[in-house]
């Protein structure tokens, strides 16, 4: 199946920080998702974004399908950005349908006053 | 607007005990839907999913089981818990149309003693 990592897999930042989260994987997809797991547990919708590039208030995204990666960056970062980030994606093709996503193992940020 | 519900939020169970967790969607009619776990730290992984009323597919081999009695309903169950069912469960549904996102529910925390 395919392989979906992420990086980096910690990352502590001062609030004001930029940052760029990075998803790679292993094969071509025809989905690809970035969530955000809050404190509590829900996960949250940040984008749908399979290709090109996205933008959400302090938020974008880019996907390059081409070669396999997506990157999440985060600017003017603030204390409730805390949580753990993470890229998901539905393989190409894959026999059976369903739309499955495959989970990589997440970034956890923790924004600092 | 869809939403999705899942309950109950918390459960401790002993080991050896029935489970039967139980995810409803409204706003939506015939979704595809997914049941996820995620042990502790991060990581999600698909259990199972159904692209219909009486359609699961496994896949993962375990101790558990799903079921989809109605359109909208998604129940997760075992017969005897172990002590490696502790974990956090996740529903979601497929949105129907363009684009095709995954969208989850709060979640249950269950922990087996």
């Known amino acids: 199946g395919i392989q979906v990592e992420q990086s980096p897999p910690d990352l502590i930042l001062q609030e004001g920080a930029n940052s760029t989260l990075r998803c790679n994987f292993s094969?071509?997809?025809?989905?690809l998702q970035w969530f955000h797991q809050n404190p509590w547990g829900q996960l949250i919708n940040l984008f749908y974004?399979?290709?090109g590039t996205k933008q959400n208030g302090r938020l974008s995204a880019t996907t390059v399908a081409t070669e396999r990666y997506s990157l999440l960056y985060i600017s003017s970062s603030q204390t409730t950005d805390s949580g753990v980030y993470f890229c998901?994606?539905?393989?190409?093709?894959?026999?059976?349908?369903?739309?499955?996503?495959?989970f990589g193992t997440g970034t956890q940020l923790k924004v600092e006053l | 607007s869809q939403t999705i519900h899942q309950w109950p939020a918390t459960l401790v169970q002993p080991v050896g005990s029935p489970l039967s967790l139980e995810c409803t969607v409204e706003?939506?009619?015939?979704?595809?839907l997914y049941w996820y776990r995620q042990a502790a730290g991060r990581g999600l992984q698909l259990l199972f999913y159904?692209?219909?009323?009486?359609?699961i597919s496994s896949e993962v081999p375990q101790n558990l089981s799903a079921s989809r009695p109605q359109d909208r309903q998604f129940i997760l169950s075992s017969k005897k818990l172990l002590l490696s069912d502790s974990g956090f469960y996740l529903c979601?549904?497929?949105?129907?149309?363009?684009?095709?996102?995954?969208?989850f529910g709060p979640g249950t925390r269950l922990t087996v003693t």
């Open positions: 979601a549904y497929l949105r129907s149309w363009d684009p095709y996102e995954q969208y």
């Open positions: 094969d071509s997809v025809n989905n």
């Open positions: 159904s692209v219909g009323i009486g359609q």
């Open positions: 706003g939506t009619s015939n979704p595809n």
């Open positions: 974004i399979p290709s």
């Open positions: 998901a994606v539905n393989e190409w093709g894959l026999t059976g349908g369903g739309n499955k996503l495959t």
